[in-house]
Protein backbone atom coordinates (compact mmCIF):
# COMPACT_ATOMS: atom_id res chain seq x y z
CA UNK A 1 0.00 0.00 0.00
CA UNK A 2 1.96 3.33 -1.20
CA UNK A 3 0.44 6.14 -0.26
CA UNK A 4 2.14 8.42 -2.02
CA UNK A 5 -0.03 7.33 -5.10
CA UNK A 6 -3.38 8.85 -6.31
CA UNK A 7 -6.55 7.36 -3.90
CA UNK A 8 -9.98 8.25 -4.53
CA UNK A 9 -10.43 10.94 -1.70
CA UNK A 10 -14.00 11.29 -0.01
CA UNK A 11 -14.48 14.69 2.16
CA UNK A 12 -17.40 14.36 4.32
CA UNK A 13 -19.62 17.28 5.43
CA UNK A 14 -23.07 18.17 7.35
CA UNK A 15 -26.01 17.64 5.81
CA UNK A 16 -26.59 20.40 2.92
CA UNK A 17 -22.77 21.95 3.40
CA UNK A 18 -21.92 20.02 -0.29
CA UNK A 19 -21.98 22.94 -2.05
CA UNK A 20 -19.83 25.32 -0.39
CA UNK A 21 -17.13 22.52 0.44
CA UNK A 22 -17.29 21.23 -3.46
CA UNK A 23 -16.59 25.64 -4.00
CA UNK A 24 -13.71 25.04 -1.25
CA UNK A 25 -12.08 22.10 -2.84
CA UNK A 26 -12.46 23.56 -6.23
CA UNK A 27 -10.60 26.42 -5.54
CA UNK A 28 -7.53 24.68 -3.57
CA UNK A 29 -7.71 23.40 -6.41
CA UNK A 30 -8.75 19.79 -6.40
CA UNK A 31 -10.94 18.37 -9.13
CA UNK A 32 -14.07 17.54 -7.88
CA UNK A 33 -15.35 14.49 -9.27
CA UNK A 34 -18.84 13.87 -7.40
CA UNK A 35 -20.61 16.08 -5.38
CA UNK A 36 -23.46 15.41 -2.93
CA UNK A 37 -25.38 16.73 -0.12
CA UNK A 38 -23.00 15.49 2.24
CA UNK A 39 -19.80 14.09 1.11
CA UNK A 40 -17.97 15.27 -1.73
CA UNK A 41 -15.22 13.03 -4.15
CA UNK A 42 -11.67 14.27 -4.80
CA UNK A 43 -8.67 12.26 -5.48
CA UNK A 44 -4.98 12.59 -4.57
CA UNK A 45 -2.19 11.05 -2.21
CA UNK A 46 -1.50 11.51 1.49
CA UNK A 47 0.32 14.74 1.33
CA UNK A 48 -2.84 15.75 -0.51
CA UNK A 49 -4.82 14.68 1.79
CA UNK A 50 -2.48 16.47 4.44
CA UNK A 51 -2.99 19.60 2.66
CA UNK A 52 -6.96 19.30 2.24
CA UNK A 53 -6.87 18.60 6.72
CA UNK A 54 -4.84 22.01 6.51
CA UNK A 55 -6.99 24.02 4.36
CA UNK A 56 -10.83 23.07 4.54
CA UNK A 57 -13.39 25.38 6.68
CA UNK A 58 -16.38 23.24 5.98
CA UNK A 59 -15.74 19.69 6.02
CA UNK A 60 -15.89 16.92 8.57
CA UNK A 61 -13.71 14.83 7.52
CA UNK A 62 -10.99 13.50 4.48
CA UNK A 63 -11.13 9.58 3.83
CA UNK A 64 -8.52 8.44 1.57
CA UNK A 65 -9.81 5.28 0.19
CA UNK A 66 -7.55 2.31 0.78
CA UNK A 67 -9.47 -0.21 -0.90
CA UNK A 68 -12.78 -1.74 -2.45
CA UNK A 69 -14.30 -5.18 -2.80
CA UNK A 70 -17.71 -7.13 -2.77
CA UNK A 71 -18.77 -8.69 -0.09
CA UNK A 72 -21.94 -10.75 0.61
CA UNK A 73 -21.57 -11.09 4.12
CA UNK A 74 -19.34 -10.59 7.41
CA UNK A 75 -17.33 -13.52 6.71
CA UNK A 76 -16.13 -11.95 3.15
CA UNK A 77 -15.79 -8.70 4.62
CA UNK A 78 -12.94 -10.75 7.54
CA UNK A 79 -11.62 -13.05 4.84
CA UNK A 80 -10.74 -9.75 2.61
CA UNK A 81 -9.61 -7.59 5.71
CA UNK A 82 -7.03 -10.20 7.04
CA UNK A 83 -5.40 -10.63 3.56
CA UNK A 84 -5.36 -6.77 3.20
CA UNK A 85 -1.38 -5.72 3.59
CA UNK A 86 -2.39 -3.42 7.26
CA UNK A 87 1.65 -3.79 8.19
CA UNK A 88 2.50 -1.34 5.26
CA UNK A 89 0.40 1.37 7.32
CA UNK A 90 0.38 0.66 10.84
CA UNK A 91 2.92 -0.09 13.03
CA UNK A 92 2.26 -3.38 15.35
CA UNK A 93 3.27 -1.16 18.31
CA UNK A 94 0.62 1.16 17.26
CA UNK A 95 -3.31 1.53 18.22
CA UNK A 96 -6.30 1.70 15.73
CA UNK A 97 -10.08 2.23 15.66
CA UNK A 98 -12.26 1.14 13.06
CA UNK A 99 -15.83 3.26 12.07
CA UNK A 100 -18.66 1.77 9.63
CA UNK A 101 -21.41 3.02 8.14
CA UNK A 102 -23.40 -0.22 6.57
CA UNK A 103 -26.36 -0.39 4.31
CA UNK A 104 -26.78 -4.07 3.48
CA UNK A 105 -28.85 -6.49 4.51
CA UNK A 106 -25.72 -8.83 5.60
CA UNK A 107 -25.83 -7.33 8.82
CA UNK A 108 -27.81 -4.95 10.67
CA UNK A 109 -25.67 -3.65 13.31
CA UNK A 110 -22.46 -1.48 12.05
CA UNK A 111 -20.52 -2.37 15.23
CA UNK A 112 -20.68 -5.97 14.29
CA UNK A 113 -19.07 -5.08 10.73
CA UNK A 114 -16.45 -3.03 12.73
CA UNK A 115 -15.57 -5.79 14.94
CA UNK A 116 -14.95 -8.14 12.14
CA UNK A 117 -12.68 -5.96 10.29
CA UNK A 118 -10.27 -5.23 13.69
CA UNK A 119 -10.27 -9.25 14.06
CA UNK A 120 -9.51 -9.25 10.32
CA UNK A 121 -6.53 -6.57 11.07
CA UNK A 122 -5.43 -8.21 14.12
CA UNK A 123 -4.99 -11.96 12.94
CA UNK A 124 -3.38 -10.41 9.79
CA UNK A 125 -1.17 -9.09 11.85
CA UNK A 126 -0.67 -11.90 14.35
CA UNK A 127 0.27 -13.72 11.28
CA UNK A 128 3.12 -11.29 9.37
CA UNK A 129 4.58 -9.85 12.52
CA UNK A 130 3.69 -12.54 15.55
CA UNK A 131 2.18 -9.29 17.65
CA UNK A 132 -0.95 -7.63 16.58
CA UNK A 133 -1.40 -3.58 17.46
CA UNK A 134 -4.17 -2.30 20.47
CA UNK A 135 -7.81 -1.18 19.09
CA UNK A 136 -10.43 0.79 20.80
CA UNK A 137 -13.05 3.59 20.03
CA UNK A 138 -10.16 6.29 20.38
CA UNK A 139 -10.47 8.55 17.55
CA UNK A 140 -7.29 9.87 18.29
CA UNK A 141 -4.94 7.53 16.87
CA UNK A 142 -5.44 5.84 12.84
CA UNK A 143 -8.80 5.45 12.12
CA UNK A 144 -10.06 3.25 9.21
CA UNK A 145 -13.56 3.63 8.23
CA UNK A 146 -15.63 0.61 6.03
CA UNK A 147 -18.58 2.18 3.90
CA UNK A 148 -20.62 -0.86 2.97
CA UNK A 149 -23.73 -0.50 0.70
CA UNK A 150 -25.48 -3.88 -0.13
CA UNK A 151 -22.58 -6.23 -1.71
CA UNK A 152 -19.74 -3.11 -1.80
CA UNK A 153 -17.34 -2.77 0.48
CA UNK A 154 -14.93 0.01 0.46
CA UNK A 155 -12.07 0.69 3.54
CA UNK A 156 -10.79 4.45 3.87
CA UNK A 157 -8.15 5.92 6.13
CA UNK A 158 -10.41 8.78 8.21
CA UNK A 159 -7.31 11.29 7.86
CA UNK A 160 -8.73 13.43 10.41
CA UNK A 161 -9.60 11.09 13.24
CA UNK A 162 -11.79 13.62 15.40
CA UNK A 163 -13.77 16.14 13.18
CA UNK A 164 -12.55 18.78 11.23
CA UNK A 165 -14.69 21.23 13.00
CA UNK A 166 -12.92 20.69 16.30
CA UNK A 167 -10.54 23.37 15.05
CA UNK A 168 -9.01 23.48 18.47
CA UNK A 169 -9.83 26.82 19.42
CA UNK A 170 -12.48 26.77 21.54
CA UNK A 171 -10.96 26.68 24.76
CA UNK A 172 -14.23 28.14 26.85
CA UNK A 173 -17.38 26.75 26.40
CA UNK A 174 -20.67 28.73 25.45
CA UNK A 175 -24.48 28.23 25.40
CA UNK A 176 -25.51 27.08 22.15
CA UNK A 177 -22.03 27.59 19.74
CA UNK A 178 -22.50 27.22 16.22
CA UNK A 179 -20.20 24.14 15.47
CA UNK A 180 -16.89 25.73 13.31
CA UNK A 181 -17.35 24.17 10.24
CA UNK A 182 -20.85 25.28 9.93
CA UNK A 183 -20.17 29.27 10.99
CA UNK A 184 -17.86 28.88 8.26
CA UNK A 185 -20.57 27.40 5.51
CA UNK A 186 -22.86 30.36 6.43
CA UNK A 187 -20.25 32.73 5.83
CA UNK A 188 -19.18 31.45 2.69
CA UNK A 189 -22.56 31.15 1.89
CA UNK A 190 -23.05 35.02 2.13
CA UNK A 191 -22.08 37.38 -0.12
CA UNK A 192 -19.24 39.08 2.39
CA UNK A 193 -16.08 40.15 0.26
CA UNK A 194 -13.97 39.56 3.13
CA UNK A 195 -12.75 42.81 2.50
CA UNK A 196 -15.44 45.22 3.88
CA UNK A 197 -16.43 45.28 7.78
CA UNK A 198 -18.14 42.22 9.30
CA UNK A 199 -20.17 43.22 12.44
CA UNK A 200 -20.98 40.28 14.89
CA UNK A 201 -23.58 41.75 17.32
CA UNK A 202 -24.87 38.67 19.81
CA UNK A 203 -21.29 36.80 19.25
CA UNK A 204 -21.53 34.29 22.06
CA UNK A 205 -18.33 32.84 22.28
CA UNK A 206 -17.35 33.94 19.02
CA UNK A 207 -17.81 31.13 16.35
CA UNK A 208 -18.60 33.45 13.21
CA UNK A 209 -16.43 36.09 14.23
CA UNK A 210 -13.39 34.24 14.32
CA UNK A 211 -14.25 31.95 11.61
CA UNK A 212 -14.64 35.54 9.20
CA UNK A 213 -11.25 36.33 10.77
CA UNK A 214 -9.66 33.54 9.48
CA UNK A 215 -10.88 33.77 5.95
CA UNK A 216 -10.27 37.24 5.81
CA UNK A 217 -6.50 36.71 6.48
CA UNK A 218 -6.29 34.10 4.31
CA UNK A 219 -5.34 31.60 7.52
CA UNK A 220 -5.93 27.99 6.87
CA UNK A 221 -8.40 26.49 9.91
CA UNK A 222 -6.47 23.38 10.70
CA UNK A 223 -3.24 25.66 11.78
CA UNK A 224 -4.33 25.74 15.24
CA UNK A 225 -5.08 21.76 15.45
CA UNK A 226 -2.41 19.70 17.20
CA UNK A 227 -3.77 16.55 15.96
CA UNK A 228 -5.02 14.44 12.64
CA UNK A 229 -5.44 10.56 11.79
CA UNK A 230 -2.98 11.17 9.30
CA UNK A 231 -0.33 11.86 11.66
CA UNK A 232 -0.41 7.99 12.99
CA UNK A 233 0.11 6.25 10.24
CA UNK A 234 3.26 4.48 8.10
CA UNK A 235 4.52 7.44 5.55
CA UNK A 236 3.81 10.67 7.65
CA UNK A 237 6.11 12.97 7.01
CA UNK A 238 6.37 15.16 10.12
CA UNK A 239 9.21 17.88 8.25
CA UNK A 240 6.31 18.06 5.22
CA UNK A 241 3.75 18.78 7.24
CA UNK A 242 5.66 21.45 9.06
CA UNK A 243 6.64 23.04 5.84
CA UNK A 244 2.62 22.83 4.82
CA UNK A 245 1.97 24.72 7.73
CA UNK A 246 4.95 27.36 6.87
CA UNK A 247 3.61 27.72 3.34
CA UNK A 248 0.18 28.49 4.58
CA UNK A 249 0.85 30.75 7.42
CA UNK A 250 -0.64 34.01 5.97
CA UNK A 251 -0.35 37.67 7.48
CA UNK A 252 -1.92 39.14 10.73
CA UNK A 253 -3.38 42.08 8.76
CA UNK A 254 -6.90 42.50 7.77
CA UNK A 255 -7.25 44.21 4.40
CA UNK A 256 -7.58 47.98 4.69
CA UNK A 257 -11.15 48.78 5.02
CA UNK A 258 -12.09 45.37 6.49
CA UNK A 259 -12.69 45.22 10.32
CA UNK A 260 -14.29 42.53 12.52
CA UNK A 261 -16.65 43.48 15.27
CA UNK A 262 -17.89 41.29 18.03
CA UNK A 263 -20.31 41.89 20.63
CA UNK A 264 -22.62 40.67 22.82
CA UNK A 265 -24.43 41.71 25.88
CA UNK A 266 -22.81 39.37 28.35
CA UNK A 267 -19.60 39.92 29.70
CA UNK A 268 -18.77 35.94 30.03
CA UNK A 269 -19.59 35.72 26.06
CA UNK A 270 -17.33 37.72 25.42
CA UNK A 271 -14.67 36.78 27.66
CA UNK A 272 -14.75 33.42 26.07
CA UNK A 273 -14.95 34.79 22.40
CA UNK A 274 -11.71 36.77 23.19
CA UNK A 275 -10.04 33.56 24.63
CA UNK A 276 -11.08 31.59 21.50
CA UNK A 277 -10.08 34.19 19.01
CA UNK A 278 -6.42 34.03 20.86
CA UNK A 279 -6.13 30.65 20.80
CA UNK A 280 -7.07 30.83 16.80
CA UNK A 281 -4.23 33.16 16.74
CA UNK A 282 -6.76 35.83 15.31
CA UNK A 283 -7.16 38.34 18.45
CA UNK A 284 -5.66 40.93 17.27
CA UNK A 285 -8.11 41.14 14.02
CA UNK A 286 -11.59 41.03 15.94
CA UNK A 287 -12.68 44.55 17.63
CA UNK A 288 -14.45 42.95 21.27
CA UNK A 289 -16.88 44.87 22.87
CA UNK A 290 -20.07 44.25 25.73
CA UNK A 291 -23.34 45.95 24.63
CA UNK A 292 -26.45 44.87 23.64
CA UNK A 293 -26.99 44.18 20.29
CA UNK A 294 -28.67 47.61 19.38
CA UNK A 295 -25.49 49.58 20.92
CA UNK A 296 -23.35 47.58 18.35
CA UNK A 297 -20.91 49.95 16.50
CA UNK A 298 -21.72 49.78 12.37
CA UNK A 299 -18.35 50.96 10.60
CA UNK A 300 -18.15 52.98 7.80
CA UNK A 301 -17.76 51.52 4.04
CA UNK A 302 -20.55 49.01 4.16
CA UNK A 303 -19.77 44.98 4.63
CA UNK A 304 -22.33 42.84 6.50
CA UNK A 305 -23.90 42.05 9.65
CA UNK A 306 -24.22 38.98 11.01
CA UNK A 307 -26.34 37.58 13.89
CA UNK A 308 -27.25 34.62 15.36
CA UNK A 309 -30.13 34.67 17.95
CA UNK A 310 -31.01 32.08 20.46
CA UNK A 311 -33.96 30.53 18.51
CA UNK A 312 -35.67 29.12 21.90
CA UNK A 313 -35.61 25.02 21.45
CA UNK A 314 -36.98 24.70 24.64
CA UNK A 315 -41.19 25.11 25.18
CA UNK A 316 -42.15 28.31 26.02
CA UNK A 317 -38.87 30.39 25.18
CA UNK A 318 -40.05 31.07 21.20
CA UNK A 319 -42.49 33.78 22.14
CA UNK A 320 -40.19 35.33 24.61
CA UNK A 321 -37.49 35.34 21.83
CA UNK A 322 -40.82 37.16 19.16
CA UNK A 323 -39.89 40.13 20.52
CA UNK A 324 -36.02 40.17 20.36
CA UNK A 325 -36.42 39.13 16.79
CA UNK A 326 -38.75 41.81 16.36
CA UNK A 327 -36.14 44.44 17.71
CA UNK A 328 -33.48 42.66 15.57
CA UNK A 329 -35.43 44.04 12.40
CA UNK A 330 -35.65 47.32 13.92
CA UNK A 331 -31.70 47.58 14.41
CA UNK A 332 -30.76 46.45 10.67
CA UNK A 333 -33.11 48.38 9.20
CA UNK A 334 -32.01 51.57 11.06
CA UNK A 335 -28.54 51.26 11.60
CA UNK A 336 -27.79 48.63 8.74
CA UNK A 337 -28.76 50.44 5.66
CA UNK A 338 -26.55 50.47 2.92
CA UNK A 339 -25.65 46.55 3.97
CA UNK A 340 -26.50 43.01 4.19
CA UNK A 341 -28.04 41.69 6.69
CA UNK A 342 -27.90 37.63 7.53
CA UNK A 343 -29.78 36.21 10.76
CA UNK A 344 -28.99 32.56 10.85
CA UNK A 345 -31.69 30.59 13.19
CA UNK A 346 -33.39 27.42 13.58
CA UNK A 347 -36.99 28.64 13.73
CA UNK A 348 -38.64 30.12 10.50
CA UNK A 349 -41.55 31.14 12.99
CA UNK A 350 -39.34 33.60 14.64
CA UNK A 351 -37.90 34.80 11.47
CA UNK A 352 -41.32 36.08 11.10
CA UNK A 353 -41.11 38.68 13.28
CA UNK A 354 -37.60 40.12 11.77
CA UNK A 355 -40.75 41.77 9.62
CA UNK A 356 -38.16 42.22 6.76
CA UNK A 357 -38.28 41.00 3.20
CA UNK A 358 -35.63 38.49 2.84
CA UNK A 359 -33.37 37.98 -0.25
CA UNK A 360 -32.24 34.77 0.06
CA UNK A 361 -33.26 32.20 2.25
CA UNK A 362 -30.37 29.49 2.47
CA UNK A 363 -30.90 26.20 3.70
CA UNK A 364 -28.70 24.36 6.31
CA UNK A 365 -28.69 21.94 9.11
CA UNK A 366 -27.59 22.04 13.03
CA UNK A 367 -27.57 18.54 13.41
CA UNK A 368 -31.17 17.34 13.25
CA UNK A 369 -32.17 20.93 13.61
CA UNK A 370 -33.10 22.92 9.83
CA UNK A 371 -31.56 26.05 10.24
CA UNK A 372 -32.35 28.67 7.89
CA UNK A 373 -29.65 31.69 6.82
CA UNK A 374 -31.92 34.41 5.83
CA UNK A 375 -30.32 37.12 4.18
CA UNK A 376 -31.48 40.63 3.93
CA UNK A 377 -30.45 43.64 1.27
CA UNK A 378 -30.87 46.47 3.70
CA UNK A 379 -31.86 49.32 0.91
CA UNK A 380 -33.50 52.44 1.99
CA UNK A 381 -37.05 51.92 4.09
CA UNK A 382 -36.77 47.98 2.91
CA UNK A 383 -39.58 46.63 5.93
CA UNK A 384 -41.96 44.89 4.33
CA UNK A 385 -42.85 46.79 1.39
CA UNK A 386 -39.20 47.38 0.33
CA UNK A 387 -37.76 49.96 -2.00
CA UNK A 388 -35.52 50.09 -5.07
CA UNK A 389 -32.78 51.53 -3.30
CA UNK A 390 -29.71 49.51 -3.88
CA UNK A 391 -27.34 48.46 -0.67
CA UNK A 392 -23.83 50.38 -1.78
CA UNK A 393 -20.93 47.84 -0.80
C1 LIG B 1 -27.07 31.53 20.13
S1 LIG B 1 -25.96 32.52 21.03
C2 LIG B 1 -24.73 32.89 19.83
C3 LIG B 1 -23.79 31.75 19.67
C4 LIG B 1 -22.60 32.07 18.80
N1 LIG B 1 -22.93 32.09 17.39
C5 LIG B 1 -21.49 31.06 19.07
O1 LIG B 1 -21.08 30.34 18.15
O2 LIG B 1 -21.06 30.95 20.22
C6 LIG B 1 -26.80 34.03 21.20
C7 LIG B 1 -26.06 35.10 22.00
O3 LIG B 1 -26.86 36.28 22.01
C8 LIG B 1 -26.61 36.97 23.20
N2 LIG B 1 -27.73 37.91 23.41
C9 LIG B 1 -29.02 37.63 23.72
N3 LIG B 1 -29.75 38.76 23.78
C10 LIG B 1 -28.91 39.80 23.51
C11 LIG B 1 -29.07 41.21 23.40
N4 LIG B 1 -30.24 41.78 23.60
N5 LIG B 1 -27.97 41.95 23.09
C12 LIG B 1 -26.77 41.38 22.88
N6 LIG B 1 -26.55 40.05 22.97
C13 LIG B 1 -27.61 39.26 23.27
C14 LIG B 1 -26.49 35.90 24.25
O4 LIG B 1 -25.74 36.38 25.36
C15 LIG B 1 -25.79 34.78 23.47
O5 LIG B 1 -24.41 34.83 23.70
Not at 49 to 68: E, Q, S, Y
Not at 221 to 242: C, I, K, Q
Amino acid sequence: MILTEKHPIAVTCARGIGPFLAGELSSLPFPVLRAGETAVETEGNLEDAMRLNLHLRTAHRVLLGLCAFRAEGPEELYRFVSAFPWEDLLSENGYFSVTSTVRTPAIRDPRFASLRIKDGIADRFYRTRGIRPDSGPDRRRTVFHLQWTGEDAAISLDTSGEPLSRRGYRKLPWKAPMQESLAAATILASRWDRKSPFVNPMCGSGTLAVEAALLALGRPPGLTRENFGFMHVRGYSPRRWRELRAEAKAGGRLPPGCRILATDRDPDAVAAARENARAAGVEQAIEFNVCPFEETEIPAGGGVIFMNPEYGERMGEASLLRDVYGKIGDFLKKRGRGRLGYVFTGNPDLAKSVGLRTARRIPFFNGPIECRLLEYELYEGSRKAGNSEPASR
